[in-house]
């Protein structure tokens, strides 16, 4: 395919010659949804997953070990352990990194969604949404790409250069491609039936005058805060424009100790995240 | 850096399980081997610790001057009020001390 045409039937097209989403992440954001939904259900999920079930059993035995306890073999009691917050975002940080992977431009995309869903977990905190919830978007804001990667890396890599001098990434994307990643994005959310409020935040992560939820504010703050913390560390981040409305309806500002702190803590905790 | 026993929270620590919170460490307490278990029981993956380490002025001068030539880049010439503002707001916390 050159150029997107209809929106909904080319993004059902391309989907088909992207890795298969994986199924653990979509039951996960449906149990999302529901506050309640048991450590037990998704640990059931997870322990099919040989790379889920032994980043939870590293987390779990990394506690044991503080209390020169034996390591533990069953995923279902390191769960237990670690909680249901600490499960869903390895499932979310695990599945996200191995549908990315075998895409090229994959690996940049994996760690910018990375810092954006770290980013948005922590303010998250400050603006009483989900955490949990904030960091899955936040992982799913860029997925648009891979679509543009999987039609022509070369030209895609062409439009993100070109536009670093204009910031004219979406109209670039839009005149190579025929649609933007986040139109792209939040179709390919429609797809996989993900939940409308992150459908909502794919869709406007980069318009700067619009705010439809906090979620939606959230993500498009993160994506700007992430970039102007650098990180990933990169010569394409650039800082032009910040959603004003978004910060006026969460109530934030920036130059509070406690924002201060935040930034720290989303610096450091996406390097520790990257170092293992 | 890990943390370690002995070190001195810089800000509040607040933990939580099932949307309640569970957990609350005030500013100014030591930690302890306990506090440091039960925070990563919680999920809890970064706090701020009191440097007890003086950096070399000459280095911190020079990680200043580098992270506040770098943020210039990032933000251009003629930042917006509202960039300007984060800017300001980044330009003063300083480089982190990973």
């Known amino acids: 395919?050159?150029?997107i045409t209809?929106?909904?039937?080319?993004?059902?097209?391309?989907?088909k010659h992207l890795p298969t989403f994986p199924a653990i992440v979509i039951q996960l954001l449906d149990m999302l949804r529901d506050e309640s939904s048991s450590l037990?259900?998704?640990?059931?999920?997870?322990?099919?997953?040989p790379v889920i079930s032994a980043n939870i059993l590293a987390r779990a035995n990394h506690i044991r070990r503080m209390h020169a306890q034996s390591d533990l073999a069953d995923a279902f009691v390191?769960?237990?352990?670690?909680?249901?917050?600490?499960?869903?975002?390895?499932?979310?940080?695990?599945?996200?990194n191995r549908f990315v992977?075998?895409?090229?431009?994959?690996?940049?995309?994996?760690?910018?969604?990375?810092?954006?869903?770290?980013?948005?977990?922590e303010m998250a905190a400050f603006v009483g949404i989900s955490p949990d919830v904030a960091y899955t978007a936040g992982m799913l804001h860029d997925v648009g790409q891979l679509c543009f990667h999987s039609m022509d890396e070369t030209l895609f890599e062409k439009v993100y250069m070109a536009s670093i001098a204009?910031?004219?990434?979406?109209?670039?994307?839009?005149?190579?491609?025929?649609?933007?990643?986040?139109?792209?994005?939040?179709?390919?959310?429609r797809h996989w039936n993900l939940p409308d409020e992150i459908h909502s935040a794919i869709l406007t992560h980069h318009d700067d005058n619009t705010f439809t939820c906090p979620l939606q504010a959230c993500i498009c703050l993160s994506v700007t805060v992430a970039c102007a913390l650098d990180i990933p560390e990169s010569p394409k981040n650039r800082v032009e424009s910040l959603n004003s409305l978004a910060l006026e309806k969460l109530g934030l500002g920036w130059g509070t100790p406690a924002m201060a702190d935040m930034f720290?803590?989303?610096?450091?905790?996406?390097?520790?995240?990257?170092?293992? | 850096m890990e943390l370690k026993v002995g070190m001195v929270l810089a800000?509040?620590?607040?933990?939580?399980?099932?949307?309640?919170?569970?957990?609350?460490?005030?500013?100014?307490?030591?930690?302890?081997?306990?506090?440091?278990?039960?925070?990563?029981?919680?999920?809890?993956?970064?706090?701020?610790?009191?440097?007890?380490?003086?950096?070399?002025?000459?280095?911190?001068?020079l990680s200043v001057q580098k992270y506040e030539s770098r943020l210039r880049e990032i933000f251009g010439p003629q930042p917006d009020e509202h960039c300007l503002n984060l800017l300001n707001a980044l330009l003063t916390r300083g480089p982190v001390p990973c």
């Not at chain 1, 037990?40 to 997953?49: G, P, S």
């Not at chain 2, 949307?19 to 706090?47: D, F």
């Open chain 1, 40 to 49: 037990e259900i998704l640990v059931r999920m997870a322990r099919n997953d």
């Open chain 1, 6 to 15: 209809d929106l909904e039937q080319d993004v059902v097209h391309l989907a």
């Open chain 1, 264 to 276: 720290d803590r989303c610096v450091t905790r996406y390097k520790q995240m990257t170092k293992r």
């Open chain 2, 11 to 61: 800000m509040p620590v607040t933990g939580s399980s099932g949307g309640y919170a569970t957990m609350q460490l005030s500013a100014g307490g030591s930690i302890t081997e306990e506090m440091i278990a039960q925070m990563l029981i919680k999920g809890i993956e970064c706090v701020s610790v009191v440097n007890q380490d003086q950096p070399c002025e000459r280095d911190y001068a």
């Open chain 1, 166 to 189: 204009d910031g004219n990434l979406l109209e670039r994307e839009a005149q190579a491609f025929g649609a933007d990643h986040c139109q792209v994005g939040a179709q390919l959310a």
């Open chain 1, 101 to 121: 992977s075998s895409v090229p431009g994959g690996p940049f995309l994996f760690h910018n969604s990375l810092a954006v869903a770290i980013t948005a977990q």
């Open chain 1, 78 to 96: 390191a769960a237990s352990i670690i909680g249901i917050n600490q499960v869903r975002r390895i499932v979310v940080t695990m599945g996200m």
């Open chain 1, 1 to 3: 395919m050159l150029k």
